[in-house]
């Protein structure tokens, strides 16, 4: 008898004869005896079976607002909780929130309760059971589940049925579909293993559908962001246990935060893939498992985008990466982020505590509260306060900046597009969107970027924007910028990029490159890039990425050749960000004249 859970539930699991059906056909696959297949799947199911209590979520709850400090969400919008309160009660809700911290799921907790919706139940990793957390969780719906199922058969059928049981039972589900928290504060790409079950599960229980709902939580400060970036800079993971939790306990209370949560648009998962004018007679089984899945995470990407805003610390960090090096006063922070306020407001940007950045005191509280977060730096000149980003910091300022990047980066793609294509005004259409797409192919794994047609569209209005009343050249154009954000953006992934193209180029190639090669860290490295946040886990798995895409890793005497224009390809790129940003320098009186 398993003392965490009710072992009622397992036993029932197995005696339900479309399972006991399965087994069977899975046993006679796998060449073993049904008892012997059912006895394996029973121990699977008992680390996975769960139950809510009221007990333990009462003493759960005091502990989770100990450890986490009790941030504040933000309102809903009504029209957000008009959409979730429509689709509740008749089918199962899977909330699937971008995950920035450990704190996320406390906040959704406290979000649904607010809105008079049920505790989830909610998939988490099993690294994350440790005593006596896993102990009291395992009695509030948590599910502690592997990071990866590999090639067991038997665990991915008691997944699945888990979660057939559960959709039975129409109750809510909640899991991470990123894998982990970022480390660079972009939308990781999400892994679609876990939707695939899902789906597989919707087909054997045959529910019709349940709705997907995206969750963004954002933070004006994150204590734990020194570490995620530290992680992703090189730096050991520490084990998760009573330890840790201390020590973030202890994270939390030296630094104050707000987090804001938001509702992306609900959707059916069925139809995740569906095409205007489809119909709603579209039956699930005309499409795979795995294209659903995929097309679930192409929205789903599109949702928590759309959902997720621009803190003030996000903008700060994005004016002050203009110029590393020389401290920047109040008064020069408040005149940059004029422009940037302004492309905002006429792009429809959402955006929190810009109430913040608007008069000197105000923006100057904003500046010593990321001071006292270790984001920037504070000195005094002329007896007053000047600030700036260290290259110390600039790996944890990359983190805020990129937060809420990703609303900027058609605009910075369109400018180093247009860089790519310099030439006379007007520019062909064409010729500045085979740049764009090249950047597509070369930065989408950096950036969970929209489908080409979509992003197209985008990058070519800024296009239109930036040289709709210019005469001459296309880097004239961008010469006449009030700002210009492609070397803030762009400039640590087309570095990451380089490192993994020069790599490369000294690998012999009568065999493959093999990819954790290309993967390593160089901690000199850090003291010498342009960029130094460019020294990334992640930004170096995406380099790796868009070169595996590329055929550059596979082996043949033509390799070297590939490899070198690549190379210069890269390097090519580096250089016109490079300009971009003496550009900026120079139209930025504001700021000092110099590159990043």
């Known amino acids: 008898m ?19 059906r399965r087994i069977n056909d899975l046993a006679a696959r796998m060449h073993l005896p049904p008892p012997t297949v059912e006895k394996r799947i029973c121990t699977r199911l008992d680390g996975l079976v769960t139950d809510q209590r009221t007990w333990a979520r009462r003493l759960l709850t005091p502990l989770e607002r100990l450890v986490y400090a009790a941030p504040v969400p933000a309102v809903i919008t009504k029209r957000e909780l008009s959409a979730l309160r429509e689709i509740n009660g008749g089918e199962s809700l899977i909330f699937l929130p971008a995950h920035r911290s450990y704190a996320d799921s406390h906040l959704l907790s406290r979000a649904l309760r607010k809105l008079e919706l049920p505790a989830t139940f909610r998939f988490a990793g099993d690294n994350l059971s440790f005593w006596p957390f896993s102990w009291l969780a395992r009695h509030c719906g948590v599910i502690f589940i592997r990071r990866s199922f590999g090639s067991d058969r038997l665990y991915r059928f008691a997944v699945r049925a888990y979660l057939a049981r559960l959709l039975e039972r129409g109750v809510h ?36 559908d349940v709705h997907i709902v995206p969750v963004s939580i954002t933070y004006d400060l994150l204590p734990e962001a020194a570490w995620l970036v530290a992680e992703d800079g090189g730096a050991g ?30 959707f059916p998962i069925q139809r995740a893939d569906a095409r205007p004018g489809a119909g709603k007679d579209a ?3 005309d499409r795979s498992h795995r294209k659903t899945a995929r097309a679930v995470a192409e929205r789903l990407t599109e949702q928590l985008h759309v959902a997720t805003p621009v803190t003030a610390e996000s903008l700060i960090a994005l004016v002050l990466a203009a110029g590393e090096g020389r401290p920047h006063g109040v008064p020069a922070i408040a005149r940059a982020l004029v422009p940037l306020l302004g492309f905002m407001e006429r792009r429809g940007i959402p955006a929190i505590g810009t109430d913040r950045l608007k008069g000197g005191p105000r923006l100057r509280k904003s500046l010593d509260r990321m001071v006292r977060a270790g984001i920037v730096s504070s000195v005094r000149r002329g007896g007053e306060p000047c600030y700036q980003i260290g290259r110390h910091q600039r790996h944890l300022a990359s983190y805020y900046l990129q937060s809420g990047g990703h609303w900027f980066v058609p605009r910075a793609v369109a400018e180093l597009s247009l ?94 490159a093999e990819r954790e090669g290309l993967l390593r860290i160089d901690a000199d490295a850090s003291h010498t890039a342009q960029w130094p946040e460019s020294v990334s886990k992640e930004l170096l798995r995406a380099a790796a990425a868009a070169a595996t895409a590329e055929g550059l890793l596979a082996a043949g005497a033509h390799q070297t050749d590939a490899r070198r224009r690549f190379e210069e390809e890269v390097a090519g790129l580096l250089g016109r960000l490079r300009r971009i940003a003496a550009h900026d320098a120079a139209s930025s009186p504001s700021l000092p004249k110099e590159n990043p």
């Open 173 to 208: 589900l909640e899991w991470y579909v990123e894998g982990g928290r970022s480390r660079t504060g972009r939308l990781r790409t999400p892994r679609i293993g876990l939707v695939c079950e899902l789906l597989k599960a919707l087909d054997e229980t045959g529910r019709g």
């Open 2 to 20: 398993n003392h965490y859970r009710d072992r009622h539930e397992t036993v029932a699991l197995l005696e339900d004869p479309d399972n006991r």
């Open 419 to 512: 860089m790519m294509a310099a030439g006379a005004l007007p520019q062909p259409e064409d010729r500045v969107l085979a740049a764009a797409r090249r950047l597509h192919g070369l930065l989408g794994h950096a950036f969970v970027l929209p489908p080409w047609p979509r992003f197209a569209d985008q990058v070519w209005r800024e296009t239109a924007e930036l040289t709709a009343a210019t005469q001459g050249d296309a880097e004239h154009a961008l010469a006449e910028q009030p700002f210009l954000l492609a070397h803030r953006l762009l400039g640590a992934a087309v570095e990451a990029t380089h490192t993994v193209a020069v790599r490369l180029t000294m690998l012999p190639t009568d065999r493959p």
């Open 237 to 266: 993971k520490p084990a998760e246990n009573l330890r840790s939790l201390v020590r973030y306990l202890r994270t939390n209370r030296r630094v104050g935060r707000t987090a804001y949560l938001g509702f992306g648009t609900p």
């Open 283 to 285: 039956r699930p089984g």
